[in-house]
Every structure is written in C-alpha cells, then in structure tokens.
C-alpha cells in the first residue's frame, strides 16, 4: 500500500509525458505557413512597391516604363494594401511593417484628390470651359456640339485636331455656338485648336513644343481676361521621348498672380497624372487642378475604347491660377475618341479695381 501511495504521489510518467507533449507547442506550428518561395515572392513584390515609390517621389521618370508605373500609382497603392493582408496572414512580419510604412505614405499624397476643397466666395465672372480630345478626328462631331450646348460651354480646345474633322465641327453648327477660333490642325494627331464664345486673340505662350499647343487671349467682358492654352504635351514612349516630355510640361507658362493681368488656364491632354514630376512642378509654380479641388482627381480621362491592357488613368487636366475659384468638374464619354471629356466650371475673379465684377460665386 505504501508503493502504490508513492506513485500516486509521483504521478504517472506516460501521462506527464502527454501533458508535457500538450503544451509545447509543435515545431509545425512554430513556423510560418507557406515556404521560401512564398517567402521570396513577398519580399521581391514589398521591394517592388518601394521601387515605384522612389521614383514617384524622387522624380526618376527615366524613360516608358518608369513613367508607367508612376501613372498608375492608386493601383500601386491599392496592391500595397493587399499585400500588407497577404503578409499578415503569413506571418511575415517585418515584410507587412515595411509595405504598411509605404503603402501609408502613398495613400497620404493621393487623398487630397478624393477629399474636396472648402468653397471659397469669390466675386467675379463665369467661365465654362471643356477640353476634348478629338483623338485624330475622329470623335463624334455632332455629340461633341450637343455636349458644348446642353452645358454652355464658353472655351473648347481639342487636341489632335485635324482638318477633316474642323469641316466636321462646321457642318454639326460648332461655329454658330462658339464664333471665335485658333486653329492649328495637323494630321497624325499632332495638331489642336481653341473656339470660344468670347473673341480670342492668337498668343504664343506653348509654341516650344512636338505637338501642336495654341493659346489666345479669351476678351471676357468686363476688365479681366484670360489667356488660354489647349495643352498637349508629347506623349513619352520611344526614344528620347521622356526628356521631351518633361520639357513640353515644364516650359508651359507660369501663372499669372498679379490681378491686374489676365488670368491663365491650360486645359487639355497632358499625357501625365498628379504623380508625374514635370506636372507636379507645373502645379508648384501656383497652379490648381480642378479635378483635385473638386474631389474628383483620381476620376479616369483614359482609355475609353476598350483596351483591357491599360488601366484607366487621369491624362486629361484643366489648371487654374490660383485666385481662380472652381464650381464644378465634370466629366464626359465621347464616341469616338479614347478620352473622356473634362468639363469644369470657374469663376474668373475680378480685377481689384473693378467693383462691378460679375457676382459671387462659391
């Protein structure tokens, strides 16, 4: 009786062995799921993200490829959120730290484009302008009219304006609605051209450039104009095609800043999103984006003709001075044509000295 009370006490080795064996956990469970493989094609994704990253913010748009990646970045960043879920679910932990930093930081620059801008009363005069490309004539003339007259459109520029398709414009009434033109139509898409409802007068402030970019001077009425260039930097594939890019972006004219001058607005196909450097330099000399202000900066402009290998970006833009104040952005599907039309509506401000603007508009 006194041995079998002693092993009672000690206690049943197999069964110490189970319990034991119960809370250890298992070198199975230890490790995390998947392999190396799965192992390397996080890390060579993570290092991918960050290589977009870099050269979105340090402006190394170096040729086709890279100026790609950065048009669609709020894809990138979208992908790095997914891939900060997938890294969690696999343990990789350092991997799922460094995605989630610079996912963070992408998803900080993009969300001033979705977060609208507080209205601002500004007193002045109306001004809607719509830019549409024409995607080398053959955009569907007679819808392109209706959408200048259901929205009172006063200034449209067209770039990859040809001759066939001004003939087109004519005889679908586009110069009975808006009277005063500068045309500069080419063929294979390189020309453009500006009609409005107020008289133009022919400037040259974009003639540095591959494509054809005029501006005018648009005489409003009252004291303060604007001057007005349809934008239509060189498109950066092929070639040296990049350097010229930056520079068509770039040399396009400060805005003006002084109220007693007129006001300046680019509006057209930049061929370049919020990301791209040389636009993002443009916007830093004092200009706005209309889109951006209105919350709508990630709306898509391109592709419209069905080509699944192109995610849908923003190419298409209208800049503002900065004391010019935006009402609304709208865009707009035309036959025809691979770009969606932007449409936005402004309030020009007035001159300092002249009290009796046009009203106050938000």
Known sequence: MGREAAQRDRGDPLEEDAECARRKPSRARRR????????????????????VALVRFAGLERGQISSALVAVLPYVTVGGGVLVLLALALRRWLTALVVSLVTAVLAVSLAPRVIADEPTEVRGRPLTVLSANVYFGQADAEQLVRLVRDNDVDVLSMPELDS????????????????YRVLA????????????RYPLRELSLASDSTMRQ???LVDLPGQRDVQYVAAHPVVPVGGDTTTRWKHEITSLPAPTTDRQRPVRILAGDFNATLDHTPLRKLL??????????????????????GRPWAPPVTLDHV??????????????????????????RLT???????????????
């Open 32 to 51: 995390s799921p998947g392999g190396p493989v799965v192992t390397v094609l996080l890390v060579l994704s993570a290092v991918s993200l960050c290589g």
């Open 164 to 179: 066939g398709m001004v003939e087109k414009l004519r005889e679908a009434g586009l110069f009975e609605t808006l009277p």
């Open 185 to 196: 139509p080419e063929e294979d898409g390189d020309g453009s051209g500006i009609v409005a």
């Open 214 to 216: 005029p501006s005018a």
């Open 284 to 305: 830093g000399r004092g200009y706005s984006d209309a889109a951006e202000l209105t919350g709508r900066g990630l709306t898509p402009t391109w592709p419209e003709l």
């Open 319 to 344: 800049l503002v001075s900065g004391d010019t104040a935006v009402r609304e952005y709208r865009t707009f599907t035309v036959r025809g044509t691979d770009h969606r039309a932007v449409l936005a």
């Open 348 to 362: 020009i401000p007035s001159r300092t000295d002249d009290p009796a603007g046009g009203g106050s508009h938000g």
